[in-house]
């Protein structure tokens, strides 16, 4: 009890601050100021105090999850993922906790998902990277407790359902979030090369700038085989509405086109109380969740299965 009144005592002051430093009344943004992956405004304490955030402590259905493929369900029920691929326009930012791409539409197609374990058409809304400082972390979902040097999330609203992704944060089945690891690789990755070679203008909190003519499809990896579970966002307020589909091929990059990602560690303006620098929320529990794949391990490994053996025997009085 004593912990957490100095914790709420302390929050209530680093709420002040804020208000004093930005100069604005008390609302919703001051939330949206406050939480960071590190100390009094970290993850365990996300949904402690505010209400609107009470799914990130009392949730069920949390992400990100450490995946273990001896528990993998394989259904052969799941399709192939279907990406109306599209060159995409979108404003690359700086938040002071990740580096986002906010798309936009205007002027271009949509970029839609479907099929998979989906049953509505997801259209891409945003698309975020979560690393660390270091290579051995950086990815928010494991491997059988592996990490990645680091982790992208495209994030998609149901559109069929939804007019944006505000609504569907509200909502059943509002969101889609595809999940593609990233390793380090020798060569320069030309797809990533549009983002990378623009994060030298996102040295501090809140700068951005466009970026256009992504070519997603040459960025993702080339596989049809993805694992998926039901989840929540991974920033707060952690809605429980997400379809997590996790591509079982990681993407690759060059260390300097990661070191351009660590822009947000360059200065401590973006953050001065992240101290061990890494923007991604621990693996939480999965809480007899199923996490079901398309990768048929049958054969070599004993993966469980919703993969039905029918064997018919005529009955031995028809043999006569």
Not at 108 to 121: A, V
Not at 125 to 153: L, T
Not at 302 to 310: N, P, Q, S, Y
Request: proline letters at 4%; a positive charge; aromatic letters at 10%.
């Amino acid at each position: 009890m004593r912990n957490y009144i100095i914790a709420y005592g302390v929050y209530i002051l680093t709420g002040l601050i804020l208000i004093l430093q930005t100069g604005i009344c008390y609302s919703k943004s001051v939330w949206d100021i406050w939480w960071n992956y590190e100390g009094i405004s970290g993850p365990q304490y996300w949904g402690v105090v505010n209400t609107d955030y009470v799914m990130c402590k009392k949730g069920r259905q949390q992400s990100p999850i450490n995946i273990e493929p001896s528990r993998l369900l394989y259904d052969p029920n799941l399709k192939h993922l279907k990406i109306n691929f599209t060159d995409v326009k979108g404003v690359l930012i700086n938040t002071g906790r990740d580096i986002s791409i906010e798309i936009q539409s205007t002027g271009y197609n949509h970029l839609n998902i479907s099929l998979g374990p989906l049953s509505y058409t997801y259209r891409l809304e945003e698309i975020k990277f979560h690393f660390a400082n270091k290579d051995q972390i950086g990815s928010e979902h494991r491997i059988n407790g592996k990490s990645f040097p680091a982790e992208m999330h495209l994030l998609a609203f149901n559109s069929d359902l939804y007019q944006n992704g505000t609504s569907a944060l509200k909502g059943v089945k509002g969101l889609a979030v595809i999940a593609v690891f990233i390793e380090i690789g020798k060569d320069i990755n030309k797809a990533f090369h549009l983002i990378s070679k623009e994060l030298k203008r996102l040295r501090y909190r809140g700068e951005r700038t466009m970026i256009h003519h992504l070519e997603l499809e040459k960025l993702l990896p080339k596989t049809e085989h993805y694992m998926t579970y039901e989840g929540s966002l991974t920033q707060p307020g952690c809605q429980e509405t997400v379809t997590w589909i996790v591509f079982n091929k990681p993407i690759k990059i060059a260390k300097e086109q990661l070191s351009a990602l660590r822009v947000l560690y360059d200065g401590r303006e973006n953050n001065p109380d992240l101290a061990e620098e890494i923007n991604s929320r621990p693996v939480m529990p999965l809480n007899h969740r199923v996490v079901r794949t398309n990768i048929n391990f049958r054969k070599r490994t004993r993966l469980c299965t919703m993969e039905k053996d029918m064997h018919y025997q005529v009955n031995s009085i028809y043999k006569k």
